[in-house]
């Protein structure tokens, strides 16, 4: 009668230690899908000011600001879509999922802050395909 019990003290031992460091990997990955998205909202906030900044900057050639709009509204929808075909069966891909999305996001959100940049800073002056890029 005593072996049963310790035996079932063991068991019930083990499922609370499992159990408990179930909860533990799911408010770590709980955590982990946060920031991943807090990281890409980041990311998002600095495309943006970018963009305003050549909206800005580009003011005076109404001709580029025309085709800079349609061209980052295409940029959002081809973003959108790169999305969906990485992860193309939203919750299959288990718990880290958001975070795995946002990740990727981020990701093409900064690529995409590097190439409008180049408005901003401008190229080397003499580069003879600068096009509407200001030259330095």
Excluded at 60 to 80: E, G, S
Aim: charged letters at 20%.
């Amino acid at each position: 009668m005593e072996s049963h019990k310790n035996t079932l003290r063991g068991i019930l031992t083990v499922i609370i230690i499992a159990l408990s460091s179930y909860g533990t990997f799911a408010q770590s990955q709980t955590a982990a899908n946060i920031q991943a998205g807090s990281s890409y909202e980041k990311a998002d906030r600095e495309l943006n000011l970018v963009y305003k900044q050549i909206l800005i900057d580009y003011a005076k050639q109404p001709l580029f600001i025309k085709k800079f709009k349609i061209a980052q509204r295409l940029w959002v929808q081809l973003r959108n879509a790169e999305l969906g075909a990485k992860f193309p069966e939203t919750g299959s891909y288990g718990s880290a999922q958001p975070m795995c999305k946002s990740g990727y996001l981020e990701q093409l959100t900064r690529e995409r802050t590097k190439f409008l940049r180049v408005w901003l800073t401008g190229i080397q002056e003499g580069d003879v395909c600068s096009g509407s890029v200001k030259t330095k």
